[in-house]
């Protein structure tokens, strides 16, 4: 921890006193600390063992239905400033159509989470990182606006906030001058709620288009219906192994 | 030269004879807001006058925990500081902390630092931040059933 005040810095104190016991420690009894560490009281927070994603169901998501959006606003605070322009967007919907056969798609396009994110590698401050468990933030304490990584995220995912906000909700700390998108709902997982409020909200409609879940996990729901189903990312030729994938488009 | 190499250290013995007892009482004096959950409280998360001293390092180190490592619940947290230190209205609404005479801001407007936490952090603590907390949830949802279960420990 920094210290930034005029106090002596009791930290390096304590860690050298905690040192040396422990080194003591080990030298009389080697081994008996070495669970200890595992002990911690807190949370232990986002871990490389789970990866994050989601696979949308084009031929579930309903046309006119944006019960996905209003609940991902309403979870994360996004409220219109009246300029449809510059308002926030985490995650919108999609209609697509083939020209060809006119077969209609109804999806959701949101920030994809992927595993060589390209806003990742452009931002100068890294407040542009991906958490240990494959969801792609942005810190907004790094954040400068300069809004390299959206120009360089292929789906539009990102928003920049261009007005002073008020009443921001807890789940979701926002402010002018940074960029923001979605988080998967990091809050809630964090929290130990498995389920993202974009998905809630689509299968209390009873559409259950979006199904979330751990990819690295082969028993999860969602690793089961990837490994039997034909999905797709979306712009697969850029290799970015997005976290979010399609079924049906 | 010694008699005045005397004069100045009990100068110095007065003057800290009058500073003392006046720090000490600046020290123990109350200074949260009168109608928060804090008045309520005999101590901060830590010994008051370590928050005092150290409450910026503490929040800088967990915030950064708490964003990009995922780690909630940790003993320093800016929404639990709101949280406890926002006075209520009339109507038990609460009052921002950045407001004229308010917690945070009396004690950073009389040394002039900035504030700049709450351009992005709520400042109020939010309506019902116990049972809504995470937003779009009817009653009787999953979340309102199944949280306290789902989550099993609770939030420092």
């Known amino acids: 921890m920094s210290n930034m005040n005029d106090q002596p810095n009791k930290d390096r104190r304590l860690f050298i006193g905690a040192t040396l016991a422990a080194t003591g420690a080990m030298t009389v009894a080697p081994g008996v600390f070495l669970h200890a560490a595992n002990a911690a009281g807190e949370s232990q927070g986002a871990s490389s063992k789970n990866r994050w994603g989601m696979l949308i169901d084009t031929n579930k998501c309903a046309e006119g239905c944006s019960a996905c959006v209003d609940a991902c606003n309403t979870e994360n605070g996004l409220h219109s400033m009246g300029r449809p322009e510059t308002d926030a967007v985490w995650i919108r919907k999609v209609k697509l159509r083939d020209m060809q056969t006119q077969r209609e798609n109804n999806l959701v396009m949101m920030c994809q989470h992927c595993e060589f994110p390209p806003c990742v590698d452009v931002c100068p401050t890294t407040a542009s990182f991906k958490r240990e468990d494959g969801i792609v933030m942005v810190d907004r304490h790094r954040c400068i606006g300069c809004r390299y990584c959206m120009m360089a995220c292929p789906y539009k995912a990102r928003s920049f906030v261009h007005e002073v906000l008020t009443d921001q909700s807890v789940n979701q700390p926002r402010g002018k001058g940074c960029v923001e998108s979605c988080t998967l709902c990091a809050h809630r997982i964090d929290e130990g709620v498995m389920q993202t409020a974009c998905q809630e909200a689509c299968e209390k409609e009873g559409h259950a288009a979006i199904l979330f879940g751990d990819l690295k996990d082969p028993d999860s729901e969602i690793s089961k219906t990837l490994k039997t189903t034909n999905s797709v990312q979306i712009r697969a030729d850029l290799e970015l192994n997005t976290g979010v994938r399609y079924l049906n488009l | ?156």
């Not at chain 2, 004069?7 to 807001?33: D, H, N, W, Y």
Request: proline fraction near 4%; include cysteine; charged fraction near 25%.
């Open chain 2, 1 to 156: 030269m010694r008699s005045s190499l005397i004069s100045k250290r009990l100068l110095i013995l007065v003057c800290a004879g009058i500073l003392f007892p006046a720090m000490q009482a600046f020290g123990e004096s109350a200074l949260v807001t009168k109608s928060s959950k804090a008045a309520k409280l005999s101590s901060c998360v830590a010994p008051t006058g370590d928050i005092r001293r150290n409450h910026m390092d503490y929040l800088k180190h967990d915030r950064d925990e708490t964003v990009r490592d995922g780690i909630r619940g940790t003993k320093f947290s800016l929404v639990e500081c709101v949280e406890c230190h926002a006075s209520r209205d009339e109507q038990g609404h609460g009052v921002p902390v950045t407001d004229e005479g308010e917690f945070c801001q009396v004690c950073h407007g009389y040394v002039a630092v900035s504030l700049p936490c709450f351009q992005c952090h709520r400042t109020t603590p939010e309506p019902d931040s116990k049972n809504g907390k995470l937003g779009y949830h009817p009653a009787g949802s999953f979340h309102n059933q199944t949280m306290s279960q789902a989550v099993g420990r609770q939030r420092d």
